[in-house]
């Protein structure tokens, strides 16, 4: 079966980012030379993915129409949704019910940002051919700070803990799930934690009880950015404009991933140039269609 859907969560209130996020949504905030919310929506664009959901709170809803629009001219379609108040990861899927319909679904949170050749292969992998509920995982140094996965000598998980006080493994739960057709009502059926929130970790850990739960462990060759402080911003966007210049590689343009996947025609991209005429952005553009589509 191939996953169709896909989830953006871009709501809360991003309260280690204030003031800077008292006027405008941390998923609009640049990371490099892009707003951050280009990057998940172009990871799940290489995965194949075109019909999306952006959930977002409602001070915020205009703005990512303005900028997006409903993705026609990316050769997507994309769907908005407002979350009056952030209380938990899978509240996500409680709000775009009508939206999954009833089949599987992709969520990437939107400051989560992925990428590198192991992330674009697993998640074609398992969009392509969806099997089982997966999400994504990553070794990092302070496990401690997110949910984190306890696997057996087989790599088969036997468990999730979220923020461990002494976590048994430095393998962390990222931001980037694939749920089976059933996740609305087990999303429905979880608890308020004594935060006040739904928690992700108690979803994931209903299908590791049902043995239906699949764990992809992304590369340390490849990247993975929780960009949810200023730290981690500046973090993102000393790397992304080093890989760029460096090995001349393009991450994030919501355009390039629509005409490599070939949403869109050469001509629809060279119209989508226009509206950067004379800038930093459209100059990227045209060098990645110059270098790579003209001979």
């Not at 992304?218 to 949810?228: L, P």
């Not at 966007?237 to 629509?258: D, N, Q, V």
């Not at 996947?261 to 989508?272: P, S, V």
Request: charged share 25%; aromatic share 10%; with cysteine.
């Amino acid at each position: 079966m191939k996953v169709k859907r896909g989830i953006i969560l871009a709501g809360g209130t991003a309260a280690r980012l204030k003031p800077i996020t008292s006027l405008i949504s941390k998923h609009l905030l640049p990371i490099y030379n892009k707003p951050m919310i280009y990057y998940p929506l172009s990871t799940l664009m290489l995965g194949g993915i075109r019909e999306y959901l952006i959930i977002t709170n409602p001070s915020y809803l205009k703005l990512y129409q303005d900028l997006l629009g409903y993705g026609d001219n990316l050769g997507i379609n994309i769907r908005y949704k407002v979350q009056k108040k952030p209380e938990g990861l899978p509240q996500a899927f409680i709000i775009g019910e009508k939206f999954i319909n009833n089949e599987p679904v992709c969520l990437n949170l939107g400051d989560h940002i992925f990428f590198g050749n192991d992330v674009n292969r697993l998640l074609k992998k398992n969009i392509n051919d969806f099997k089982k509920t997966t999400i994504f995982a990553y070794r990092y140094k302070k496990p401690n700070e997110y949910g984190v996965i306890n696997l057996d000598k087989k790599n088969r998980p036997i468990s999730i803990l979220e923020k461990p006080f002494k976590p048994k493994s430095n393998l962390v739960v990222c931001g980037l799930y694939i749920y089976d057709k059933n996740v609305v009502e087990l999303s429905k059926s979880l608890k308020f934690s004594k935060r006040g929130e739904l928690e992700i970790s108690d979803l994931n850990n209903l299908y590791l009880k049902n043995n239906t739960l699949n764990v992809e462990i992304i590369d340390k060759k490849n990247h993975w950015i929780d960009a949810g402080s200023p730290e981690k911003i500046f973090e993102a966007s000393k790397l992304i404009e080093s890989i760029e210049k460096r090995k001349k590689s393009y991450i994030g343009f919501p355009e390039i991933a629509a005409l490599k996947k070939r949403y869109i025609t050469i001509n629809d991209f060279t119209k989508l140039i226009r509206n950067y005429e004379g800038n930093h952005y459209g100059r990227i553009l045209n060098t990645f269609l110059s270098k790579n589509f003209i001979n």
